[in-house]
């Protein structure tokens, strides 16, 4: 995780409004502005209006091009599909 760019290594660092937070979530990567903090802790509505995502949009989302719906892969399809899916996060 990274707060205004800067690595942070304790889950007890203290941001404030204005702070910029960089995560992974699953295989993606989220940036999120810190707009204020919430007094209490409340329902997701609540907490979607403490913050802007800042995450870039997914134009196109790669495709295994050897399946291409065409019924039930093949044991090589799932196998070149699973190595695709485990590039770590940079």
Do not use: C, W
């Amino acid at each position: 995780m990274r707060v205004n760019s800067l690595k942070v290594h304790k889950p007890a660092a203290t941001v404030g409004p204005g702070d910029v937070l960089t995560f992974a979530q699953g295989r993606d990567v989220r940036v999120v502005r810190v707009v204020a903090i919430g007094d209490r802790r409340g329902p997701a509505p609540e907490a979607q209006q403490l913050y802007d995502d800042l995450t870039p949009v997914k134009e196109t989302v790669p495709q295994n091009p050897s399946y291409e719906g065409k019924g039930r892969p093949t044991g090589k399809d799932r196998r070149a599909l699973g190595s695709f899916r485990r590039r770590p996060l940079e």
